[in-house]
């Protein structure tokens, strides 16, 4: 998932004390509240899941919609939503799922195994280009469908009968469940499936909530009255404000009109510091050099221009330097990543790949956005690629609002995002990377690396963990990836007066656990805050 906001988190920590009795901000007036109002910061929201990769609509999603399986909130480790049941074959290539009868859209419909079916071929459709299409490649034949090399969608091993939904795997995939929890394998209600703009409409949903509301500054959902654990659901009512700037965001904090910022905020002016939450996150922050064109399709060249890179100078600051793609997880093996500069290697790759001294190298185009961190780190680059190499580069500014779309173009070399995984597993990130894959801005396109991912698909346990390594550690040397630093999650919500809200390393929070804890003032009573992280916010993609 891309973020709708990239933050840049520097190394200044600041240790707190908040005294219980003195918050500074206004506490609820009832014992326990049914209304919560959240701020995400402000843009266009997808509301159409096939369409969208932002990390807000991920988290409102959670409240639209669900599938087969859905997060724990502690452990965003799956759980069964509407599959009832799971039967997994002896060869552990086909699951076979019984929908929930009691399963229902808002309008009160129910939810069928049909309406997976048609919502996943359709966005499977070649001609949608979905941004996530490409993670139902471990579906027997979805990658030939998604990619029009066939038009049949009978060849997609998926299959519906009555309440039974069955999916035939390319191969064993024992993190199958977790990608399930994705929004991308939700249903769609049969009145949405053909509606290419959900701009102009409320859609049926069969989530905990449902919208009653859209409009540029908020988006309203109420309790959806159908839904099958309705009993689990303790809101009535979400309003998610979309919100311009820090400033407003944090006035709505401080007023107590939100009781969630999960957005822009301005730290220094909050005055109830209690709810700063930062914690480790699943997401790298990265630049990487495109393989469209000559001769950026070299991998010669590409290590060349990672090789003369002052890592420290660039990392510099950061809570999180990262040297690698991949946030270290338990059990993966630990890489060599990116940290060593050898100028005379770089020259010399140059000279090997026929641009000796940069001779014949076109420009090259750094595209950034207006943030002031993104300046200095391309700066950085830049001049390095022009001393050590003779490379002659440019950096172009690109507003926040056209920053993602500006990525699918052809007409700069190097870029940057900011990816949070979307299940915790190597294959989120690495999928990325895959030459056919609708998410791969880089254009990367390498034999090698496809062997490896086809293998690890084949593989269980430690052994594909070592392959999947052995992929990422093909990406770093072949100078497509320059890691800068692993971000971690900001949130200002008070755990003390909202239940069901825990920091995890996906930074997801499903609306459907979340309740107000009955309010008692405890005077006296102090509580020493951990250390948190200052950020400031601009625009990035998840």
């Not at 843009?43 to 159409?48: C, F, I, K, M």
């Not at 966005?123 to 979805?142: C, K, M, V, W």
């Not at 999916?167 to 994705?182: D, G, I, Y």
Request: one cysteine or more.
């Amino acid at each position: 998932m891309k973020y709708s906001f990239e933050m840049l988190f520097l190394a200044l920590v600041v240790p707190l004390l908040a005294q219980e009795q003195d918050y500074g901000r206004t506490r609820p007036t009832v014992a326990v509240p049914e209304e919560l109002t959240v701020t995400f910061s402000a843009g266009n929201v997808e509301l159409d899941f096939r369409a969208s990769y932002l990390a807000n609509e991920a988290q409102l999603f959670t409240a639209l919609y669900e599938g087969l399986y859905s997060y724990n909130p502690v452990t965003m480790e799956p759980v069964r939503a509407l599959a009832a049941r799971s039967e997994l074959s002896p060869d552990k290539k086909v699951w076979t799922f019984t929908i929930r009868s009691d399963a229902r859209y808002a309008n009160g419909d129910p939810v069928r195994a049909e309406d997976f079916h048609a919502a996943w071929l359709s966005l499977l459709d070649p001609t949608r280009n979905s941004p996530y299409s490409s993670l139902f490649d471990i579906i027997e034949g979805a990658r030939q469908y998604r990619l029009g090399l066939v038009s049949n969608p009978q060849s997609v091993g998926i299959n519906a009968e009555g309440r039974t939904l069955t999916v035939r795997l390319t191969a064993p995939a024992s993190f199958f469940p977790s990608m399930l929890c994705h929004h991308s394998f939700s249903p769609i209600h049969p009145s949405m499936l053909n509606v290419t703009d959900w701009s102009s409409h409320l859609p049926v949903t069969n989530g905990p909530f449902t919208i009653v509301e859209k409009n540029a500054d908020r988006i309203v959902l109420t309790k959806n009255p159908y839904y099958w654990d309705i009993a689990g659901v303790a809101l009535n009512k979400l309003t998610i404000r979309l919100i311009e700037n820090a400033t407003e965001a944090t006035a709505l904090w401080n007023t107590g009109e939100a009781r969630w910022i999960a957005g822009d905020v301005d730290i220094d002016a909050l005055t109830d510091r209690s709810g700063i939450i930062v914690n480790p996150l699943f997401a790298t922050h990265y630049y990487y050099i495109r393989s469209a064109q000559r001769p950026w399709n070299d991998y010669r060249v590409r290590r060349a221009l990672v090789l003369v890179l002052p890592w420290d100078e660039i990392r510099k600051g950061y809570y999180m330097p990262a040297t690698t793609l991949i946030y270290p997880l338990s059990g993966y093996p630990q890489l060599n990543g990116l940290t060593t500069t050898n100028v005379e290697e770089a020259q010399a790759l140059l000279t090997e790949a026929g641009y000796p001294n940069g001779i014949g190298l076109p420009e090259l185009v750094i595209k950034i956005s207006p943030a002031a961190d993104a300046a200095r780190v391309a700066t950085i680059m830049a001049a390095a690629w022009i001393e050590k190499l003779g490379v002659k580069v440019r950096i172009t500014i690109t507003p926040y609002a056209q920053y993602f779309d500006a990525m699918k173009q052809n007409d700069y070399t190097v870029g940057s995002s900011t990816w949070i995984g979307d299940f915790a597993d190597p294959y989120t990130f690495l999928q990325m990377w895959r030459q056919d894959s609708n998410l791969n801005d880089a254009q990367y396109s390498d034999s090698d690396y496809e062997n490896l991912i086809e293998r690890s698909m084949t593989e269980e346990g430690q052994q594909r963990l070592s392959t999947l390594a052995e992929a990422e550690k093909l990406l770093l040397d072949r100078g497509s990836i320059i890691p800068i630093y692993y971000s971690p999650a900001l949130n200002i919500v008070d755990t003390d007066e909202i239940d069901g809200w825990y920091p995890n390393a996906l930074d997801i929070h499903p609306f459907k656990y979340l309740k107000f804890k009955p309010y008692r003032t405890l005077p006296g009573v102090a509580h020493k805050l951990s250390p948190y992280i200052y950020t400031t916010g601009y625009a990035v993609e998840r």
